[in-house]
């Protein structure tokens, strides 16, 4: 037994939640301590379907909650809340406590093409860590399925529609428990395999959100309408309607608009390689998450 400490933070998120479930309901994976790092520990609790060996305090924009967060940790899941995005405000004092602290990996949850995307805060965190010399794993996943439960649950769930401005073009989905299986495998690996790359994750489809709404509606059992609004349509029901914040909206808008020039429809193959099996189908999703949208939940 190795006794190495691993921090998930993001933990209550789809791929935080399910890299615990990963590394905690598996047995060759109980030579780890699996701590949880959470802004606060009592609300967190009742909100996984599993409990990490330790809760700890661990707030972006509170640097005193670093040291003991970062206390004996060897290995870390990175996520970065979607609302934080000033990252030399949030992230770089904390990329330098983990290099202090003397983390030895750090598995970041980057985005599909953000070497080629500086504009988002995924690429400057992706260079604080490089320059902090730090062993590093970049997951670089397509569009999460799961957005489809949280981000656009409600337009699905109660207004029978999908609300995105992606125009007719192919995204290529991937499911989050496929991220979260891999990013498993990188903290756990004994051996270097894993160091300083960076791997682009995608499910095994690429996929319409005409086709989404069908698969939708085959699901649920009425039907659910693409609407394909432009992005100036899009912003203005998120930031005005919706009231979410502006710099979220425009980050939204931004993958979006990458959405749009097909550019997030590649598939690869590195995915089914890491995790020894198909990725999962957005059929398959949308059968295990149906209950997520249907209006009496």
Avoid at 29 to 37: L, N, P, R, Y
Wanted: aromatic share 10%.
């Amino acid at each position: 037994m190795t006794g190495e400490r691993i921090l998930i933070t993001g933990a209550t998120g789809n791929v935080g939640a399910e890299t615990l479930h990963e590394l905690l309901n598996h047995s060759e994976k109980s030579q780890f301590e699996v701590i949880a790092g959470v802004r606060d520990p009592v609300k967190s609790r009742p909100l996984l379907k599993v409990q990490p060996d330790k809760f700890v305090k661990l707030d972006f924009a509170d640097t005193r909650t670093f040291a003991t967060a970062l206390t004996g940790v060897s290995r870390m899941l990175l996520v970065r809340p979607p609302e934080l995005a000033d990252v030399d405000k949030y992230f770089k004092p904390f990329i330098e406590a983990t290099k202090h602290a003397g983390v030895r990996q750090v598995t970041f949850l980057s985005l599909q093409g953000v070497e080629n995307n500086p504009v988002t805060p995924h690429h400057k965190i992706e260079k604080l860590i490089v320059e902090a010399d730090l062993e590093f794993t970049f997951l670089r996943p397509g569009f999460f399925m799961q957005n489809l439960c949280t981000t656009h649950r409600d337009e699905i769930r109660l207004r029978n529609e999908l609300f995105i401005p992606a125009g007719n073009s192919r995204t290529s989905f991937i499911d989050a428990r496929d991220v979260a299986a891999i990013a498993a495998r990188a903290l756990t690996s004994q051996s270097s395999e894993h160091f300083n790359r960076g791997y682009e994750l995608t499910g095994s489809e690429a996929l319409t959100y005409y086709e989404i709404a069908q698969i939708l509606t085959d699901s649920l059992g009425h039907p659910i309408v693409y609407r394909k609004p432009s992005v100036l349509q899009f912003i203005w029901r998120k930031w005005r309607r919706e009231k979410l914040p502006l710099n979220y909206v425009l980050i939204m808008t931004s993958l979006y608009t990458v959405a749009r020039t097909e550019k997030a429809a590649g598939l690869m193959t590195e995915t089914e390689q890491l995790l020894g099996r198909p990725p999962i189908t957005f059929r398959q999703f949308a059968t295990d998450n149906r209950s997520v949208w249907m209006r009496d939940q």
